[in-house]
């Protein structure tokens, strides 16, 4: 029985294998359209979401599986004080599969001891979020056609956003990656990142505040929302939020094969007259993201053509 609360619990070899299913999923959809008939995939969001839950719940409907769940915390039992871990042990009776967000670090670890069905990270506070990287992992993939030897810019509020997290941790297996990390000052890497992932597996990177000086060499760039929600003062959320602002005027320093990635919801800091640069891959994005999905679903669950 495998989970997936950290990105590190796929292998490199796991990630292919998911990419490759995905890849064939787009192409041979009907051969997958009743694979999970009679299976139960539940999506438990103690947190908001649009992408990540629709699209889990889009692939199951698509491998021919239902979906039960609820998307707010005040609409459990939570309201009413019951523990994560009890709400797990209670839905791992009504579903196969279990798809888990919450604000606390952590839950979705907590949830996988208390359970034998399989949970799925779909996003625990500021720290990861395993299945945006897989979306984000196939996207490069396509697009750009290996990870070795990119140089992968990191824009934005990489403090909180727990995207950037897993991201990182997925790149720096591969040869060669080289990153930049572009962020105010106070919205920078935190220190475990910087340590225990990049240093502690000799990964290069640079911290700059500034994206025009360094837009030139990014082989990808990931631009990513200021997580207002986990500011402790409004006022300094204000004084941040429109640090890094993309326009087709500053994407005239970037490479022509460039590539533009954002987990989504985008806020201000891409602008809309962005969306129609071929560069531009973050709709794009939100597809694979469904795809890959599929093919997770399937390995997890243990089903296969
Ligand atoms: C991200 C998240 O929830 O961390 N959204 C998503 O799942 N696509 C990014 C964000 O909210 O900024």
Redesign the pocket.
């Known amino acids: 029985m495998r989970h997936l609360i950290s990105i590190l619990d796929l292998s490199k070899e796991e990630i292919d294998q998911l990419i490759d299913t995905a890849n064939d999923i787009i192409e041979f959809p009907e051969k997958y359209a009743e694979i999970c008939k009679g299976k139960k995939l539940a999506t438990l969001f103690f947190e908001p979401?649009t992408?990540?839950r629709l699209s889990f719940e889009a692939a199951m409907y698509e491998l021919g599986g239902n979906v039960l769940g609820f998307s707010e915390a005040g609409s459990s039992s939570t309201a009413k004080g019951e523990s994560v871990s009890d709400t797990i042990k209670v839905v791992s009776g009504y579903a196969d599969v279990i798809v888990m967000r919450h604000p606390k670090e952590g839950a979705p670890l907590v949830a996988s001891m208390k359970t034998s069905k399989p949970i799925i990270n779909a996003?625990d506070g500021g720290h990861n979020?395993p299945t945006?990287t897989l979306a984000d992992l196939i996207t490069i993939k396509r697009e750009k056609g290996h990870f070795e030897g990119l140089t992968i810019g990191l824009c934005g509020d990489l403090k909180f956003?727990?995207?950037v997290h897993s991201l990182v941790e997925a790149l720096s297996r591969y040869e060669n990656v080289h990153f930049v990390m572009i962020s105010p000052n106070e919205l920078r890497m935190p220190d475990y990142v910087k340590q225990d992932i990049l240093k502690h597996g000799n990964v290069t990177f640079e911290e700059t505040t500034d994206l025009e000086a360094v837009l030139g060499k990014l082989d990808i760039l990931y631009m990513?929302?200021v997580?207002r929600e986990r500011f402790f003062n409004e006022a300094d959320y204000i004084r941040l939020k429109d640090s890094y602002i993309l326009t087709p005027k500053k994407l005239e320093l970037a490479k022509e094969d460039m590539r533009i990635l954002h987990?989504?919801?985008r806020v201000n800091e891409i602008s809309v007259a962005v969306d129609d640069d071929p560069r531009a891959s973050y709709f794009r994005q939100t597809l694979y993201g469904k795809y890959i999905r599929m093919a997770l679903i399937l390995m997890l669950m243990g089903v296969s053509l």
């Open positions: 979401s992408r990540t996003g979020h945006q956003g727990r995207t990513t929302r997580q987990p989504l919801p």
